[in-house]
């Protein structure tokens, strides 16, 4: 053995394996900086490591085997040993080496010490994701990053992800606390990003990380406490025990967390414990829980249609467990085709069934943070705008880090016309967990309506930097372009979302719409989206038949918001006023139920129909029509399509001058609609050269687009 390890000196096989090595861990961290910088995949720096892993017993054996003489590299065999230079090699191998251990040891002091070079870049205004409006600037913040499943059988991924969003709900509902939210923090799961990246990414201060390893009825937990700038652990703790105390495990942990937290950043010594207890229930109906929770994070419907067979089972189980109740609720409200939602489930059929199960969680825990927001859902779907926006302040308030509560109460803000509020709360949701779907596209919606086209851009790439493949991301997109008056990006990107998410009527409607504007309603007539149909046979020229499907679908659901509004559009733009003031007879007969009940009444379509008609109501129609583009303008909305809107209101006031001025405005804004030509509407202007040469120009830019798309003329 004395032998071998001699001669393994002597060929300098050790030094050949150091100086390996230390030369291979230098290229990592040359690696690991460059790929970013220049754009390189991630798979790069591990494939990189691989090719050095696989480089070592090569180099090993080629140390063994050749030796570097003056003639060049020969066998060791072929070498007299008293001819050999193996001594003079191994004392420039040691020179390189300890070349190798200073420069590499100045780059470990040096990333140790001195700032990082990306803080240095962002504190010097670099655009990232978090140097967008911040609410929360100056308090602590924490993000809680899923927790890594460590079971024998590595089946309880479901499990640790839950235990870390049950501390992620503990903590907020700390005053003071901002808690980045689960979307963004979960985001980086399986994915091997330096804490420090990660903190810069989300804001924050303080991260969480942990492990779950479960076997049978015992449990593991592993929790630490990480500073955020300089990787320092505050705090860390095991907790042992059976799953039956699982909720007290997750108190422990949220309570020594916040005992560390709370001296030193929240600048008190109180007693949290009361304002953070888990909510508890059967360990079974928590699991159901937990994998609910798990299935509605992919943001689909598939998604939401696996997470409420889960929560069924839970509530069979529990039937008092109040955020099984409550997000059973909510998920079947948002699998309906109500407005906001994006399922198929019909509106009256799900609506119902939701009101049972928030009562269920409200007579349990009326003043609960998840009961006080399913109750603001209810109120929101069933257009009490105001109650809804009470109870979303009222759960906010009782949960302050509770992003799905502010996004919504910004779509209800927004609704009202209270863009710029809305603006707020998106911004606040946003600030934290930059990767939450509904709260992204809220916001652009919201910049789009304000016609802030700069702010929207911006908040467009911030999204596509967090989240670039998601498909409401790609539909948002869709629109912008749009509005550019790009229409072969628009239906790129609505395209995309289609096939990222394939069978969802939501992103299907959205590539109808775009479709429609463009002139392809051959397209939309083919598609399954049967509420777009009577459009599409409308502007093909095939007007009875178009009438006709209107009328059976409101016979269908008469009672239904969305189809009496589809209803009153279609007739309207068929120059049906006759047929539209009967029916505001026969089911308001009264403007102020007309307004009160219909979300976003279809205002041109009926002040129109009834002035047509000289209905004796028209005056008073007129006048909320003024009164409502009067309220959003004063909210600062100044969209293409409201300036739309306000043309119509100006032509029935017989103001043409200025409604063709609007009209002209709203063109300039992006404004592109293939059967402009057809709004029945224009046979009020007199002034016919100046709307034909608008309309000419619309019809201009689009067919340049159709030309672009391969689409081929208008008829």
């Not at 049978?216 to 300089?230: K, P, S, Y």
């Given at each position: 053995?004395?032998?071998?390890?001699?001669?393994?000196?002597?060929?300098?096989?050790?030094?050949?394996?150091?100086?390996?090595?230390?030369?291979?861990?230098?290229?990592?961290?040359?690696?690991?900086?460059?790929?970013?910088?220049?754009?390189?995949?991630?798979?790069?720096?591990?494939?990189?490591?691989?090719?050095?892993?696989?480089?070592?017993?090569?180099?090993?054996?080629?140390?063994?085997?050749?030796?570097?003489?003056?003639?060049?590299?020969?066998?060791?065999?072929?070498?007299?040993?008293?001819?050999?230079?193996?001594?003079?090699?191994?004392?420039?191998?040691?020179?390189?080496?300890?070349?190798?251990?200073?420069?590499?040891?100045?780059?470990?002091?040096?990333?140790?010490?001195?700032?990082?070079?990306?803080?240095?870049?962002?504190?010097?205004?670099?655009?990232?994701?978090?140097?967008?409006?911040?609410?929360?600037?100056?308090?602590?913040?924490?993000?809680?990053?899923?927790?890594?499943?460590?079971?024998?059988?590595?089946?309880?991924?479901?499990?640790?992800?839950?235990?870390?969003?049950?501390?992620?709900?503990?903590?907020?509902?700390?005053?003071?606390?901002?808690?980045?939210?689960?979307?963004?923090?979960?985001?980086?799961?399986?994915?091997?990003?330096?804490?420090?990246?990660?903190?810069?990414?989300?804001?924050?201060?303080?991260?969480?990380?942990?492990?779950?390893?479960?076997?049978?009825?015992?449990?593991?937990?592993?929790?630490?406490?990480?500073?955020?700038?300089?990787?320092?652990?505050?705090?860390?703790?095991?907790?042992?025990?059976?799953?039956?105390?699982?909720?007290?495990?997750?108190?422990?942990?949220?309570?020594?967390?916040?005992?560390?937290?709370?001296?030193?950043?929240?600048?008190?010594?109180?007693?949290?414990?009361?304002?953070?207890?888990?909510?508890?229930?059967?360990?079974?109906?928590?699991?159901?829980?937990?994998?609910?929770?798990?299935?509605?994070?992919?943001?689909?419907?598939?998604?939401?249609?696996?997470?409420?067979?889960?929560?069924?089972?839970?509530?069979?189980?529990?039937?008092?467990?109040?955020?099984?109740?409550?997000?059973?609720?909510?998920?079947?409200?948002?699998?309906?085709?109500?407005?906001?939602?994006?399922?198929?489930?019909?509106?009256?059929?799900?609506?119902?069934?939701?009101?049972?199960?928030?009562?269920?969680?409200?007579?349990?825990?009326?003043?609960?943070?998840?009961?006080?927001?399913?109750?603001?859902?209810?109120?929101?779907?069933?257009?009490?705008?105001?109650?809804?926006?009470?109870?979303?302040?009222?759960?906010?308030?009782?949960?302050?880090?509770?992003?799905?509560?502010?996004?919504?109460?910004?779509?209800?803000?927004?609704?009202?016309?209270?863009?710029?509020?809305?603006?707020?709360?998106?911004?606040?949701?946003?600030?934290?967990?930059?990767?939450?779907?509904?709260?992204?596209?809220?916001?652009?919606?919201?910049?789009?309506?304000?016609?802030?086209?700069?702010?929207?851009?911006?908040?467009?790439?911030?999204?596509?930097?967090?989240?670039?493949?998601?498909?409401?991301?790609?539909?948002?997109?869709?629109?912008?372009?749009?509005?550019?008056?790009?229409?072969?990006?628009?239906?790129?990107?609505?395209?995309?979302?289609?096939?990222?998410?394939?069978?969802?009527?939501?992103f299907i409607s959205g590539l109808n719409n775009t479709l429609l504007d463009i002139g392809e309603y051959q397209q939309v007539l083919e598609s399954p989206i049967e509420s777009q149909h009577s459009w599409a046979l409308l502007f093909l020229g095939r007007r009875d038949e178009a009438l006709e499907l209107a009328r059976q679908q409101l016979a269908a659901r008469p009672d239904f918001y969305r189809q009496q509004i589809l209803f009153i559009q279609v007739l309207g733009f068929a120059g049906q006023w006759e047929e539209v003031a009967r029916y505001f007879n026969r089911t308001w007969g009264d403007v102020g139920a007309f307004v009160e009940e219909l979300n976003r009444p279809p205002f041109w379509e009926m002040a129109t129909a009834m002035q047509m008609t000289e209905h004796p109501l028209a005056p008073k129609m007129l006048e909320a029509y003024e009164a409502d583009i009067a309220y959003i303008r004063n909210q600062g909305l100044a969209s293409g399509s409201v300036d739309r809107q306000e043309a119509v209101l100006l032509l029935l006031q017989g103001k043409e001058q200025e409604a063709l001025a609007?009209?002209?405005?709203?063109?300039?804004?992006?404004?592109?609609?293939?059967?402009?030509?057809?709004?029945?509407?224009?046979?009020?202007?007199?002034?016919?050269?100046?709307?034909?040469?608008?309309?000419?120009?619309?019809?201009?830019?689009?067919?340049?687009?159709?030309?672009?798309?391969?689409?081929?003329?208008?008829?």
């Open positions: 053995m004395s032998s071998i390890f001699s001669e393994l000196k002597r060929r300098n096989v050790f030094r050949v394996a150091a100086l390996y090595a230390a030369v291979s861990w230098g290229l990592l961290q040359i690696t690991d900086v460059l790929a970013p910088a220049i754009a390189l995949p991630e798979w790069v720096t591990g494939f990189v490591a691989l090719l050095l892993i696989i480089g070592f017993p090569i180099a090993i054996i080629f140390a063994w085997a050749f030796e570097l003489t003056p003639e060049g590299v020969k066998r060791t065999e072929a070498v007299d040993e008293s001819e050999s230079t193996t001594t003079n090699t191994g004392r420039r191998l040691d020179g390189f080496l300890i070349i190798a251990l200073v420069v590499f040891g100045a780059i470990v002091l040096s990333d140790r010490f001195l700032p990082d070079a990306g803080d240095v870049e962002t504190n010097a205004g670099s655009e990232t994701v978090s140097d967008s409006k911040d609410p929360f600037d100056g308090q602590p913040s924490i993000a809680v990053l899923p927790f890594v499943d460590m079971s024998p059988d590595g089946d309880q991924e479901y499990f640790a992800d839950g235990i870390a969003e049950e501390l992620l709900n503990v903590f907020a509902q700390v005053k003071g606390l901002s808690v980045a939210g689960r979307t963004s923090a979960f985001a980086f799961k399986g994915k091997s990003t330096d804490l420090r990246e990660i903190a810069q990414v989300l804001d924050v201060d303080h991260v969480l990380e942990g492990s779950v390893r479960k076997a049978g009825n015992q449990i593991r937990v592993t929790a630490q406490l990480i500073q955020a700038d300089n990787g320092y652990h505050l705090w860390s703790a095991t907790y042992d025990g059976e799953l039956n105390d699982i909720f007290g495990v997750q108190d422990s942990i949220a309570q020594a967390i916040l005992e560390e937290l709370t001296p030193q950043l929240l600048g008190s010594d109180e007693d949290l414990a009361a304002e953070v207890r888990v909510v508890t229930t059967d360990l079974d109906a928590y699991d159901l829980y937990l994998i609910s929770k798990q299935h509605a994070s992919d943001g689909t419907l598939k998604g939401l249609e696996a997470a409420s067979a889960a929560l069924d089972r839970a509530i069979e189980i529990d039937p008092n467990y109040v955020p099984a109740l409550v997000w059973r609720a909510y998920y079947e409200l948002q699998m309906s085709d109500g407005e906001g939602a994006w399922g198929n489930i019909p509106f009256e059929e799900a609506l119902p069934r939701a009101k049972h199960w928030i009562d269920r969680a409200v007579d349990v825990a009326p003043d609960s943070p998840d009961a006080l927001f399913g109750l603001a859902s209810y109120f929101g779907y069933t257009n009490n705008d105001e109650a809804a926006i009470r109870y979303y302040r009222a759960a906010i308030e009782a949960k302050p880090n509770f992003p799905v509560a502010l996004n919504d109460l910004a779509f209800f803000l927004s609704a009202d016309g209270k863009v710029k509020e809305s603006v707020d709360y998106l911004e606040r949701a946003l600030a934290h967990d930059p990767a939450y779907v509904d709260a992204n596209l809220n916001l652009t919606s919201a910049y789009a309506l304000l016609n802030d086209q700069a702010a929207l851009r911006a908040q467009l790439d911030r999204w596509e930097r967090v989240d670039p493949n998601n498909a409401n991301r790609m539909r948002a997109e869709s629109i912008y372009s749009q509005r550019q008056g790009d229409f072969v990006e628009a239906i790129r990107f609505a395209q995309a979302a289609t096939v990222l998410e394939p069978g969802q009527n939501y609007l009209l002209e405005l709203a063109d300039e804004k992006g404004w592109r609609e293939a059967y402009v030509g057809d709004y029945p509407v224009w046979t009020l202007v007199q002034d016919q050269d100046r709307l034909n040469k608008l309309l000419a120009k619309v019809i201009a830019d689009i067919e340049r687009e159709r030309q672009k798309l391969g689409y081929g003329s208008l008829d």
